[in-house]
């Protein structure tokens, strides 16, 4: 059974797939993007979704990831790595480039689809740079679109035409 008719039985939209999966961490709208379009979503309507929902979460990461991580450090030796782990991915060698550039090195962190970079990881970083919401925001947002820009051409084949 392919995965367009079982969320059709299912009954969930397409679109409400497409934007949930662009709220994940780690798929983002790199992934959301090719499984919308391939889910039967013209590519710029799942861009457009994608984006949507990549965007979503953010505000809120930069809000409450402190938190949520002094939070976990307490529930358990598993949650304390975790967190740790975060916090080293956050502030590593990408996190200082940003911290240099700032607009400019967030965006570009964001925009640029590779593994470990995107919307979740650009506000992560933003939190634990202590940057303040109208400084991080317009950066992951631009990174978000840019990101979606270049995915959506991807998944349509102009990259591969170009090449």
């Known amino acids: 059974m392919e995965i367009a008719e079982l969320i059709s039985q299912i009954g969930v939209g397409r679109g409400l797939v ?12 790199r992934g959301a993007i090719p499984i919308g379009a391939s889910l039967g979503l013209p590519v710029w309507q799942a861009a457009v979704i994608s984006m949507v929902g990549n965007i979503l979460p953010t505000p809120f990461i930069i809000a409450f990831v402190r938190e949520v991580m002094d939070w976990l450090r307490g529930k358990s030796a598993r949650a304390r790595r975790f967190v740790s782990w975060l916090e080293a991915k956050g502030s590593g060698k990408k996190a200082d480039r940003v911290r240099q550039a ?7 962190f964001v925009a640029i689809p590779l ?9 992560l970083v933003a939190a634990l740079l202590n940057m303040r919401m109208r400084q991080a925001l317009p950066p992951i947002i631009l990174g978000v679109l840019i990101a979606g820009i270049i995915i959506s051409l991807a ?3 102009v990259i591969s035409l170009l090449f």
């Open 18 to 29: 497409t934007l949930i999966v662009s709220m994940l961490p780690v798929v983002e709208l």
């Open 115 to 123: 593994p470990g970079t995107g919307a979740w990881t650009g506000a």
């Open 155 to 157: 998944t349509a084949g």
């Open 102 to 108: 700032e607009f400019w090195g967030l965006l570009l």
